[in-house]
C-alpha cells in the first residue's frame, strides 16, 4: 500500500523528463521524487512501437517495485505507445501521461494554424490521430525532428550545431504557424533557440504543466499528497558522471 511520503516516480527515455520534473516541483514541493532516465536507450522516438513498448515496462516495473506512490511517463514517445498497456497490468497504481499540448493550442486558436512537433513514433501513432480528431476546425502539421534528441542528451542544447538542426527544421515555417506544439519533452530545453527561428508571433506550447497539474489531482484523490517532505533522487541507466551531471543542469537551469 502506498504512503503520502513515498517517491513520486518520473520516467523518460533520457534527460527530456526532466523538463517535467522542474514542474513537477515547481508545483509540488514538498514531494519525494524518483527521476529514472533511459539515456542508455534513447532515443525512443526512432525505435519500433514494440521496442518502446517493451523498455517502457521494464522500467516501469523496476521503478514500481520500490516505495513508489506514483509513476510519471515523461516521454511522448513511451506515452502514445505504452501508457494504456501501463493502466492495465497496473490498474490500482496512480499512472500519468504526458500528452502534446494540442487541446491548449486550439483553445487559443479553435481555428489556427497549428504545428506539432515530435518524434517520428509520436507523430504516427494513433494515440496522436484521435486526439486530432477532437479538433476538426485547426490546421494541424506535423513536424518531425530527427537528431535533435540526440544532440540534447549529449548537452548541445545551446550549441551552434543544434541551432543549424533547428533552422533547417523550422525556418519554413517562419510567419506561418500561430502554435507549435513541443511534442517531446527534450524540446523545451531548446525553446529559446526555437523562440528566436519563428518569431513571436508563434506561441510555443508544452504539456509539463499539464502534466504536473494531474499528478497532483490524481495524488489529492487517493489522498496521497505530502506534507512534510521534499527531495530529488536523479537515476540513470547510463549511469555516468557526465550525465548525472547534466540531469542536475537542466533540472537547476
Sequence with gaps: MANREDYIAVFDSGVGGISVLKELVSLMPKENYLYFGDSANAPYGDKTAEQVRELTLQNAQMLL??????????????????????????????????????????????????????????????????????????????????????????????????????????????????????????????????????????????????????TRRCLAEAGLLNEAGGSVTVENSLGTPEILQLSFALLEG
Aim: a positive charge.
Design 65 to 214: 517495485a520500490g516505495k513508489t506512490k506514483a509513476l510519471v511517463v515523461a516521454c511522448n514517445t513511451a506515452t502514445a505507445v505504452a501508457i494504456d498497456l501501463l493502466r492495465r497490468q497496473y490498474p490500482d497504481r496512480v499512472i500519468i501521461g504526458i500528452e502534446p499540448a494540442l487541446k491548449m493550442a486550439t483553445d487559443r486558436f479553435p481555428t489556427g494554424r497549428i504545428g506539432i512537433m515530435a518524434t517520428q513514433v509520436t507523430l504516427r501513432e494513433e494515440k496522436l490521430s484521435h486526439l486530432q480528431e477532437q479538433f476538426p476546425r485547426a490546421q494541424v502539421t506535423h513536424i518531425p525532428a530527427p537528431g535533435l534528441v540526440e544532440l540534447i542528451e549529449q548537452g548541445k542544447a545551446g550549441s551552434p550545431e543544434t541551432k543549424q538542426l533547428l533552422t533547417r527544421i523550422l525556418a519554413p515555417y517562419r510567419g506561418k504557424l500561430d502554435a507549435l506544439v513541443l511534442g517531446c519533452t527534450h524540446y523545451p530545453f531548446v525553446k529559446e533557440e526555437i523562440a528566436e527561428i519563428l518569431g513571436t508571433g508563434t506561441a510555443l506550447l508544452d504539456g509539463g504543466a499539464g502534466t504536473a497539474r494531474q
